[in-house]
């Protein structure tokens, strides 16, 4: 029985070093040498700050800028909060919401249809990128509040829109940071 219980606790000394030590560094050290930028939250930089996360929505507020989905993580999109409301489709909060949205989205651009991605929330609520569909119904407003023509807000989007991954995988998507922040560049040019 002694000698079971010395085994025991030995056997339960060495995985804890080297299960909660040893592959832990390993595998992050491994991570930083081969996939930095992914390891580290794919944070975008400008000028030597941290302005937002590839895989991490943030919220826009001026109309100079696309809007990604609506968020159910908490305060805005805080990755603590991070889940859907799981409100059933009758839920007298959830059709509030959403009809709210749906009439703010109809202001914005009339006689359009909304596409359903910007008045529905993400699994997680922190979803980074928007439908094509999306992006495109937030073209007049963006041009408009930015006073430039239609057409090159139109050319951006078309340069930020991600084709299914391999050909099959997942959707087409508009990353809105990084359109965003191509926007603010456009502007920043002569």
Request: glycine share 6%; proline share 7%; charged share 15%.
């Amino acid at each position: 029985m002694k000698k079971n219980l010395i085994t025991a606790f030995l056997m339960t000394i060495a995985m804890t070093i080297l299960l909660g030590i040893i592959y832990p560094l390993v595998v992050t050290g491994l991570a930083q040498l081969f996939f930095r930028d992914k390891a580290n939250g794919q944070i975008i930089d400008r000028n030597g700050q941290a302005i937002g996360s590839r895989i991490i929505a943030q919220a826009f507020t001026s109309a100079k800028y696309f809007h990604p989905r609506p968020s159910a993580a908490g305060n805005g999109y805080d990755a603590a909060n991070s889940g859907g409301t799981n409100f059933a489709p009758t839920n007298r909060k959830l059709i509030d919401r959403v009809n709210s949205d749906a009439a703010s989205l109809h202001q914005e651009n009339p006689g359009q249809p909304i596409p359903v991605d910007l008045i529905t929330t993400s699994a997680s609520g922190l979803d980074p990128d928007i439908s094509p569909a999306a992006a495109e119904f937030q073209i007049p407003s963006v041009a408009h509040a930015r006073a430039i023509p239609e057409s090159t807000v139109r050319a951006l989007v078309q340069k930020h829109t991600a084709q299914r991954d391999l050909g099959l995988l997942g959707e087409p998507r508009v990353n809105v940071l990084e359109l965003n922040l191509d926007l603010d560049s456009l502007a920043s040019k002569p």
